[in-house]
């Protein structure tokens, strides 16, 4: 009971501080009747300026996510292309694909003992050796430089090594494929690049609506006005009691 009666007693107590800070001068001017009317000129404007302010800060805010959005598509335009465009230009060994004894295919690449050999004119050949015991992939580069990866019956079967010989063989025709093309893709990816970085309009435009809404609410003539007659019951509120409520 004595908590409850010291929690109505400190309520009061901050209700009170906060009235006399609203309504400053005394508590005649803060509660009683008599300057009813006083005080509800001063909860008007100061509540007209609230609403105005609020909306402001509602427009504001949703032009700037506007803003904030199309300034990150944009970025994520820009990313993508540049990103495409590296990938381009530099392939490297690509996804790794599959391998077999000492040979691992990536998409661009063959490693054979950790020796990179690119898949573009790559010549590939099975081989089965006389005594059937042991099996052979043959690569031989444009240049002429050969590899001989060994594969025992014993442990890799015929038809698996086969398999990923052609494997292989597939490999190099798309890669063969995608070297023909790459020049133009890498032209076409530029083009496209130079042409994301230079169409701005959508994130200037949501930007300059964004400065459009700031401007209005900061130079608006209803805040102005509302400001203004805050202003005067303040004025009044001070004339009356001597004291400036804020």
Known sequence: ????????????AVGLGW????????????FSDVHRADRQDLKRTRAAVRTLQGTARQEESQAQIRATQAERAYDRRIDALERKLEQLERPGRGAYDTGLGDLSLYR?????K???????????????????????????????????SEYAHETFPEDQVRRFGVRIENAVAAENAFRDLLPEAIRKTGS???????????????????????????????????????????????????????
């Open 1 to 12: 009971m004595v908590g409850l009666m010291v929690a109505l007693v400190v309520v009061g």
């Open 19 to 30: 009235r006399l800070a609203r309504y400053p001068g005394g508590l005649r001017y803060a």
């Open 192 to 246: 496209d690049l130079a042409d994301a970085r230079a169409d701005t309009a959508e994130k200037d435009g949501a930007r300059a609506a964004l400065e459009r809404v700031r401007a209005r609410h900061s130079d608006g003539p209803l805040l102005a006005k509302a400001l203004a007659e805050l202003e005067a019951a303040r004025d009044r509120w001070q004339r009356l009691t001597g004291r400036r409520p804020r």
């Open 108 to 112: 661009h690449v063959l490693l054979f």
């Open 114 to 148: 950790g020796k990179e050999i690119p898949l573009a004119g790559l010549g590939v050949r099975f081989d089965l050796a006389r005594n059937t015991e042991t099996m052979y992939i043959h690569l031989k580069r444009p240049e002429g430089w050969a590899d001989l």
